[in-house]
């Protein structure tokens, strides 16, 4: 160390693409969660997480939506703003919603162009495999780091019909494996996994150089990822069995909003105390 230098913890410093390549060697786990707004990216970056996605799951979590499909740009820009304000630390990732990638590179480009230049946001995610491999070409051009998503990809619940487990059968899981790879070439610095058999998650996490990121995907991916609104407890009616709930804040938020409620009621707030 130099004379002066002041000793920074690993934990202190940004995170970057480099920095998750950098833990997949050397096996150390990557935590990612969600959030899509200002306060809450605080706490989350504050305690440590090493990655925030702005997940196109703010459709279902923030606007009330069943599916992701209905999400735009615009909106995941709106979000993406508000998390950046609040990150310090970790690197933040923005979906690519529904609509502004698929099929037309072009369309990918400009799309993840606006969402760098007018979020602030550190790299995109987009779902799918060798068919959007064009797309994710082509927004490297620009300088633009990209993650991908394999398995259940949520924008295609209408081709699938179902949010179960994905690549059970062995040709589904061959093609991941392919599709895994072909990302990889293209230029992807992560993969999601989203609820595949925990073996194949396993065998393509060694296969590859770039760490992956598991959710539903067992415990041998490089890193994981949970949705915030589920692991804290806010959401009530989505328990998956990969979902570990670490808070009940749905319960925490009733009792106070009703303590108040009483509180109002019966005039017991604001006391003198809390008044001028
Ligand atoms: O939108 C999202 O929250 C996601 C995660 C489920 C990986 O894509």
Do not use: W
Not at 154 to 171: D, H, L, N
């Amino acid at each position: 160390m130099v004379p002066g230098e002041q000793m920074v913890s690993s934990r202190a410093r940004k995170v970057t693409t480099n920095t998750l390549q950098e833990m997949k060697r050397s096996g150390e786990k990557i935590a990612m969660l969600t959030a899509y707004d200002y306060s809450l990216a605080r706490l989350v970056d504050g305690a440590g997480v090493d990655v925030i996605l702005v997940g196109d799951s703010a459709s279902n979590v923030m606007v009330g939506n069943d599916t992701t499909v209905p999400i735009t740009l615009d909106h995941m820009i709106y979000h993406a703003q508000c998390v950046i304000n609040a990150v310090d630390r970790a690197l933040v990732v923005v979906d690519m919603p529904f609509g502004s990638y698929q099929g037309d590179s072009k369309l990918a480009l400009k799309s993840a162009i606006r969402i760098m230049k007018e979020s602030g946001g550190h790299a995109v995610k987009i779902e799918g495999g060798k068919e959007i491999v064009d797309s994710i070409k082509r927004i490297l051009t620009a300088g633009i780091p990209v993650m991908g998503h394999l398995g259940l990809t949520p924008q295609s619940i209408y081709k699938f019909g179902t949010y179960s487990v994905r690549a059970k059968e062995e040709a589904e899981a061959e093609k991941l494996m392919e599709d895994a790879i072909a990302l990889q070439e293209a230029g992807c610095f992560s993969i999601v996994f989203e609820k595949i058999p925990a073996k194949l998650a396993d065998e393509v996490s060694k296969e590859l150089e770039i760490p992956t990121i598991g959710i539903g995907a067992g415990p041998e991916c490089d890193g994981q990822v949970l949705v915030l609104h589920d692991m804290l407890g806010i959401t009530k009616d989505f328990s998956p069995r990969f979902l570990r709930r670490y808070a009940d804040l749905g319960g925490v938020v009733d009792d106070a909003v009703r303590e108040y409620i009483e509180d109002v009621r019966q005039g017991s707030f604001p006391n003198s105390e809390e008044s001028y």
